[in-house]
């Protein structure tokens, strides 16, 4: 299939200027994959790939000395890059593949542009432009990309038992673009003969590494509708090979006709729930982030979802189905799956080979609390209990708030209407409290350092003491949040275990 593309698609200086040097050189190059795309679709890219019939590192070369570019290159993949008036072009020579069936790492040789489109994972990222003088423009389609793009679907050039075994990244890839791609006004679907590939090929995932597999879930996760890949994963099998916890979270169990909650479903709510209301605080600028750059704390308008929030609501729940107990008189209970939860994190994302920072240390922080403010939703909101709140999240207070209210499901709407009623009066108070204590970000006025010197000890658990209880003062109100105040008070303490000023 070839017509040529007079949308404007090509108009950037960048796409001339190679297909100058590339005629000096005597080579054919082409753009390739995602930018075609995404051209067709309407949305905006920066990330261009330029396959050459060739050397793509020499025409990258060529190209950065003619625009006055840095160019990195990457001798292990064949790969070069630059940065243009605001893109990034990567260059590739024209390649063929072959792979061997315990790995994923394929045989490359030298090859022409048919060569490289069959080794393409789906027909709509195998369509080309031609850059080439005398067709430029002309869209090298051997496949019917464009027609898939048309239809929504995604499908595999070769035969997709071939495509997969290969590479069984391609599998999770796939179900990534039904999820990138999938607007309210286009589905996006996986073909049937695919889907069944998918299954029969889950146990080459065995062979793929976890930072390969977690790049693409990170990348599922912050999509509009994070659902519709978790939903694939877990129809294909490909769900127990990656984070089986989660697949067990499927099923209702009914005694003496009672049912719980359908937790599976109930978390893939609670994920669609927080992308919608983290992109529409991200709209409206009112969510925050906190990094350090030269050692101090940085306050930052976020502007792109935060993916270790979306693993928060997919693992809010995790332990659910190890926590749950039937009770005659209260039916189905999940007493301390927030604590048990909390407690798996570390494993899991050990076994995922994902960090074990303070990112860990953030999911692990949610996914621990994010009953708390659930709990003030339906009872009397006091201050001391909003301070202990905002003390025990810090920084991390909104994101929390964003995933309890996501997690506010019923299929009983009045029951909904009422929760979130109730929600914002706690959103209320919290915003008072803060603004009137400053507990947030809040520190002992008093130090181990303080306490020692003025009663003239040692280290001893007495100072732990001491300090335990001008904090929880601070907290349930007793006393301001000042050092004045808190001074005051662990001299009253301090008195009653026999402890007086050394000055």
């Keep these: 299939m070839s017509a040529t593309i007079t949308q404007g698609f090509l108009d950037h200086e960048v796409f001339r200027i190679v297909s100058e040097v590339a005629a000096e050189k005597g080579v054919r190059a082409f753009v390739i994959g995602g930018y075609v795309r995404d051209c067709f679709l309407g949305r905006d890219s920066k990330d261009i790939d330029i396959v050459v019939e060739g050397s793509g590192i020499e025409l990258a070369e060529a190209v950065g000395a003619k625009v006055h570019s840095n160019v990195s290159v990457f001798k292990n993949f064949g790969t070069a890059m630059l940065r243009f008036k605001g893109i990034e072009v990567e260059f590739v020579g024209a390649r063929k593949e072959s792979y061997r069936r315990d790995s994923r790492k394929p045989i490359v040789e030298d090859g022409t542009l048919e060569d490289d489109q069959l080794r393409r994972d789906f027909t709509i990222n195998a369509m080309a432009f031609s850059l080439q003088k005398e067709d430029f423009g002309a869209l090298v389609d051997p496949f019917g990309g464009i027609r898939d793009l ?69 990348k599922i996760l912050v999509t509009p509708k994070p659902s519709i890949g978790f939903r694939l994963l877990d129809e294909t099998g490909l769900m127990d090979w990656i984070l089986p916890q989660l697949s067990k979270l499927k099923g209702v169990e009914t005694v003496e006709g009672k049912g719980h ?19 529409e605080a991200i709209a409206e600028g009112c969510l925050k982030d906190y990094v350090f750059e030269d050692g101090e704390e940085v306050e930052k308008v976020r502007t792109e979802p935060n993916v270790w929030l979306r693993w928060a609501a997919l693992l809010h729940d995790i332990a659910k189905p190890s926590t749950k107990r039937y009770d005659p008189t209260l039916g189905w209970t999940f007493h301390g799956h927030e604590v048990v939860g909390a407690r798996w994190i570390p494993k899991i994302f050990q076994g995922l080979k994902m960090p074990l920072n303070e990112k860990m240390k953030y999911v692990q922080k949610l996914v621990n609390l994010h009953l708390r403010p659930i709990a003030l939703v339906t009872e009397e909101v006091t201050d001391s209990a909003v301070r202990r709140l905002l003390f025990d999240a810090g920084n991390d207070i909104d994101d929390l708030m964003l995933l309890c209210h996501a997690d506010i499901t019923s299929k009983n709407p009045r029951k909904v209407a009422r929760l ?30 303080y306490v020692m010197e003025l009663f003239g000890i040692e280290p001893c658990n007495i100072i732990g003491q001491l300090k335990e209880q001008v904090k929880n003062a601070i907290l349930d109100g007793v006393i301001e949040n000042s050092f004045e105040a808190a001074d005051a008070f662990m001299r009253e303490r301090a008195a009653e275990m026999g402890l007086h000023p050394v000055r």
Excluded: C, W
Aim: proline letters at 5%; charged letters at 30%; a negative charge.
């Design 150 to 218: 048309a239809a929504g679907i995604i499908r595999t050039p070769l035969d997709p038992d071939t495509t997969y075994s290969d590479d069984p990244l391609r599998m999770v890839r796939a179900i990534r673009f039904a999820t990138k791609l999938t607007t309210p006004d286009q589905t996006f679907t996986i073909v049937p003969e695919s889907l069944e590939s998918i299954r029969r090929n889950s146990r080459r995932m065995e062979i793929l590494s976890k930072e390969r597999i977690v790049e693409e879930l990170n």
């Design 261 to 279: 909650k359908e937790n599976f479903s109930h978390t893939l709510e609670v994920l669609d729930n927080v992308a919608a209301l983290e992109m």
């Design 420 to 449: 979130h009623a109730n929600f914002e009066l706690v959103k209320t108070k919290l915003a008072e409290v803060e603004a009137k204590d400053a507990i947030r970000n809040f520190k002992n006025p008093i130090t181990g350092d």
